[in-house]
């Protein structure tokens, strides 16, 4: 660490990438740039305003050839329609030797890497992430691309980028409901990881929800250095990196079936893993006091550990019907990330239809324990 500024370097088999975490460091962009190349900036349009004309006029100002586009704000926005016009107002306007800087949340740094990725058959992104969830998560590892009718990143790639850089100070502009949603991811890490982080969270919640910057620094380099530490040995999601997906498979179908303007990415998440733990539960995996532990944590975060608690219900057998459907899933059975115990993440298909349905009605309907 330097200067406030940590430098993490995943070291990709295709690509070793440096991930630079650093307050303000967002005004330094400019001296990173190469003067002899041409970069775009892909934005949405709500990061545009905020962040997206600042970083051009100040990348042009420096005499640095530079564009802009954007499109609509949303995970129902993150689709092939979308990938097709973005790559529609790219044509023509880089070459190969260019780069996308893609600017912005979770939404963003999918669909930008992933038009990178494709446009004349793969050319440089760098990502600057906005939000926490793609601070501690979609910005670290590789996975890009587009929802369609069959399901959540459906169609993508694996990728990197030249590099990551994270400005934990451009979370204060972020509307509170945004970073309560990306603190799922953060949970979630925690818990698949041990009782140190676990403790951090627990031990700072006033301070990480009033944005106190240097913890909010302090979590976003444990979550990134867990990541990259899972990514390294599996960078295809062949075997351990699967734990990644803990809470995600039910938080996937709730999205699917409630629709993605319905329910945000971080609730669902949370529910899911509510979800999850209730089946870890009932398997003999987790004890209560875990369970309870964690469902108190959520709770701490003002995250959902249930559909109601969003006012929302649900149908089991719809949701029951999506995990089928699951790109995850391994020779027709639903793969779920469970804890057999705090920092202790298990890949299990042994688990009934009625365990899972069980679990899914317990997060819809709000069951009690017994």
Same mark, same amino acid.
């Given at each position: ?40 900036? =892909? ?25 802009? =586009? ?17 790559? *529609?107002?790219?044509?023509? /306007? ?10 912005? $949340? ?73 970073? =309560? ?25 006033? $301070? ?21 530490? =899972? ?9 351990? /990196? ?7 498979? %039910?938080?996937?179908?709730? *999205? *699917? ?35 309870? /532990? ?51 993440? %298990? ?10 349905? *069980? ?7 709000? /069951?009690?324990?017994?």
């Amino acid at each position: 660490m330097d200067n406030n500024k940590t430098t993490i370097t995943c070291q990709s088999s295709s690509r070793p990438y440096a991930i630079v975490i650093q307050e303000n460091c967002f005004h330094q962009i400019v001296k990173q740039l190469s003067p002899a190349q041409k970069y775009l900036i =892909i934005c949405d349009s709500n990061v545009k305003p905020l962040w997206g004309d600042k970083l051009q006029l100040a990348i042009t100002k420096a005499n640095i050839s530079c564009a802009l =586009i954007s499109f609509p704000a949303g995970e129902a926005n993150k689709n092939l329609q979308t990938f097709s016009d973005l790559h *529609e107002q790219i044509a023509l /306007r880089l070459d190969r030797q260019s780069t996308i800087i893609t600017l912005g $949340g979770g939404v963003t740094g999918d669909m930008g890497g992933f038009v990178a990725s494709t446009y004349m058959r793969g050319i440089s992104f760098l990502q600057i992430p906005t939000s926490l969830l793609a601070m501690v998560d979609s910005s670290v590892g590789g996975k890009l691309g587009v929802d369609t009718s069959i399901g959540k990143n459906a169609v993508g790639v694996f990728n990197n980028p030249i590099k990551v850089l994270i400005d934990p100070s451009l979370l204060l502009t972020l509307p509170k409901n945004y970073f =309560i949603d990306g603190m799922a991811e953060v949970i979630k890490h925690a818990f698949l990881s041990g009782e140190e982080y676990i403790t951090f969270l627990e031990d700072n919640v006033a $301070g990480i929800l009033a944005m106190d910057l240097s913890l909010l620094s302090t979590l976003i380099i444990q979550s990134v250095q867990f990541k990259v530490m =899972i990514v390294e040995q599996d960078e295809k999601e062949s075997g351990l /990196r699967k734990i990644l997906n803990y809470g995600h498979t %039910i938080g996937h179908a709730l *999205e *699917e079936t409630l629709g993605y303007s319905s329910i945000p990415h971080g609730n669902a998440v949370a529910i899911g893993i509510n979800a999850a733990n209730y089946l870890a539960l009932k398997c003999g995996l987790l004890s209560e006091a875990a369970f309870l /532990r964690i469902q108190n944590l959520l709770q701490q975060y003002h995250l959902p550990i249930f559909l109601s608690d969003l006012g929302l219900t649900g149908d089991a057998d719809q949701l029951f019907h999506f995990l089928h459907n699951d790109k995850k899933n391994q020779d027709d059975q639903v793969v779920m990330i469970l804890l057999e115990g705090l920092g202790k993440p %298990i890949i299990s298909t042994t688990q009934t239809t009625l365990q899972i349905k *069980e679990a899914i009605n317990y997060v819809i309907k709000n /069951r009690s324990l017994s």
